[in-house]
């Protein structure tokens, strides 16, 4: 099976992380650094340590998803009566409450993307681990679709918080957040730096070595 055309790598070129300039890529020794004619910024073929930094930021993820999940994620005082809500038991409230369209619009913001997240950068990590062929095009479309989602996910948050304090506050009564929302704010700025460190070049990478 053939490539269809020459990747950037091929050709010597060189794309800077930060202006996105393509330059060819002096020959320089291992130990030398090339940097970007452009900006200055410091060029890599692929990111460094692209798949082992993703990996670190994955399983930090993980591990932040279950308090964010099973803490309290409000905490709620009307007339001396103290309610404590996590995230699943503010969904269903919102689901008895009638309110079908808050309950989707947290379960998705909170609960489905950063686990889609974790699963989709989990699969890709391990597609580039094992040098796999498969779909290289759909897989790229894939870390496309996180990386565009990660730049919403700072709304989640606001979408937990705000729209419980509405509805739940009452004439006399105290809203608070819990000690969940602390987990959750650092799930969503971990799983949009695991979005941004993963190289998603080195999907390519596997096409090319059994052509040559
Ligand atoms: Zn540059």
Redesign the pocket.
């Known amino acids: 099976m053939k490539t269809a055309a020459l990747t950037a790598k091929q050709l010597g070129l060189v794309s ?1 992380h ?2 996105h ?1 393509l330059s060819q890529r002096p020959q320089l020794t291992d130990d030398q650094q090339a940097y ?1 004619p ?2 200055g ?1 410091a060029l890599h073929q692929r990111t460094p340590n692209s798949i082992a930094r993703t990996w670190a930021l994955v399983f930090a993820a993980l591990i932040l998803y279950v308090p964010a999940n099973l803490l309290p994620m409000t905490i709620s005082t009307t007339l001396g009566d103290q309610q404590s809500d996590t995230i699943l038991s503010g969904v269903i409230y919102f689901m008895h409450e009638g309110s079908l369209g808050i309950a989707l619009v947290i379960f998705v913001a909170s609960i489905f993307v950063p686990m889609m997240k974790i699963l989709i950068l989990s699969f890709l990590l391990l597609s580039v681990q094992f040098r796999s062929r498969w779909r290289p095009r759909d897989r790229t479309r894939l870390y496309r679709l996180t990386d565009v989602v990660g730049r919403w996910s700072m709304v989640d948050i606001y979408v937990v918080t705000i729209v419980v304090a509405l509805v739940k506050l009452g004439a006399i009564g105290n809203i608070d957040a819990g000690p969940a929302s602390g987990y959750f704010a650092a799930l969503v700025v971990i799983t949009m730096l695991a979005a941004e460190s993963f190289d998603p070049r080195l999907i390519w990478d596997a096409l090319e070595e059994r052509d040559d």
């Open positions: 800077c930060d202006c300039h970007c452009r900006c910024a």
